[in-house]
């Protein structure tokens, strides 16, 4: 929609007050679609679509919950589709659910931000698949959304095949019911979910005046794009408070930034990162008598050189360093990984690890456990023996920057960031990385720059193995992210 001067002035006060009534946030390059939005709104409530009047009736004092739901109905977009971004769905089922099951008689799941039911539909099929009949009955899933619109979708439960993109036909012959050109859902799936409608920006958050609490996971995913860092900020901590004490946070991949997630601690699940809420306290003292004793029970893993010949090969009948050396794959290493085993990994790798370059997956994973296990001091001094290495890859170099961008080590970050592109000028989560340590160091023009070099890799059509591995986030979804950092910064 084109706007000129006039409108453009009047749009500008709509958007402020949209931002007060919903908490969504439409910068200027946007404010053609919030025009189309808000017109459409007052069309349906049979209002006068003219924007000065539309302004009006927005400032009248107390809108209606019905006028508020038609609003944010015409102001989100809904797209999506079935099991996005699995890399959720397989922590979930791998550790999440099997730990709340070992330890409560009830879990709770809440989707925030539902749209028309397919993040919440994904969920329950992968229980079903995955867990008992009796352990998912002590299960519940809830949804929300502020649209009642696509609530309504997603309570009927019937989809065209834009939904099943990344569905497997046979997880759709088995959960769905053909009709012509549309698919419905068995009733089963259907009724494991319970939608209701809820505005984030609320507080408290009720369902029918009770209060939501005790909640064990609770996934966000695409939602807080629509949000300005203040009220994101106030989101997250009453997620915080929702949570039951070991709660989970489940964000998309698209919508990392440390900024947004100050109360949580950080969980490394192959490439994704997911947020656990912890007694912090209770952890930065652990740390703090950890590091004041020593490192003693975390071995530093030898980096072993190699030698210019080949060692002799001892007599069969000794006992060598190898033959105590567990013989596990990657694939093994990656599996005590997300069964939370950190500091076995640690132990393990210690005289395991030689320097060839396909062994960097398992010091990068090294690197994570260390990571996991929050003591900077550990981290950083094993992570500086690898550097020594000179084999070492992008990936290994991409998790160590982010990490010290995050504990506020920007020179120490920028350095191994800018390696990490100059091994890989194809890496766009490193380019996405000093991006972000440009805003750090207030360097607005810097952070452009990166983004839009990770921009221009990914509209490239060159292939891009994060991209390629991101278990469910597409080129579009990664080149979204990039773009709401952009928008921020311009």
Known sequence: ???????????????????????????????????????EAAKELNRSETLPLVLDWLNQSGLSESELKVLSTHLTVNETYFFRERMALDLLVEKIVPELLSGKKQITIWCAGCSSGEEPYSIAMTLFDNFSESECGRIKLLATDISERVLNKARSAIYSAWSFRETPDSTRAKYFVPMAKLWELIPKVRKFVTFEYLNLVADPYTLDHIPVQ???????RNVLIYFEKPTINAITRKF?????????????????????????????????????????QKQAAVNAHRIENGPTHLPMPKVIKRRAEPPVQPKKTEKTEKDDAPSLTVSEVVGMYRSGQYEQIVRMINGWVNNDPADMAVYTICLQCYIQLGVVSDTV????????????????????????LEQGELEMASKVLKKA????????????????LAVEQNNSSRALKYFGNAINLIDSGINIDFVDDAEGMTRGD???????????LV
């Open 421 to 436: 592109v100059y091994l890989d000028g194809t890496h766009v989560l490193s380019y996405i990385s000093l991006g972000h």
């Open 478 to 488: 990664l080149r979204n992210m990039i773009m709401h950092f952009i928008e921020l």
């Open 381 to 404: 001094i094993w992570a500086d023996q690898v550097l020594k290495r000179q084999n070492v890859n992008a990936r290994f170099l991409y998790v160590y920057g982010t990490y010290l």
């Open 1 to 39: 929609m084109q706007l000129n001067a006039e409108e453009l002035l009047i749009i500008s006060k709509i958007a402020l007050r949209i931002k007060a009534l919903l908490g969504l946030h439409f910068t200027e390059n946007r404010f053609g679609d919030l025009a189309r939005g808000v017109t």
């Open 240 to 280: 915080y408070n929702c949570l039951s004490s070991e709660g989970w946070l489940i964000p998309s991949q698209t919508e990392l930034n440390e900024a947004y997630f100050p109360d949580f601690k950080k969980f490394y699940f192959g490439s994704n990162i997911f947020y656990h809420k912890t007694n912090l």
């Open 214 to 220: 005790n909640v064990d996971v609770i996934f966000c």
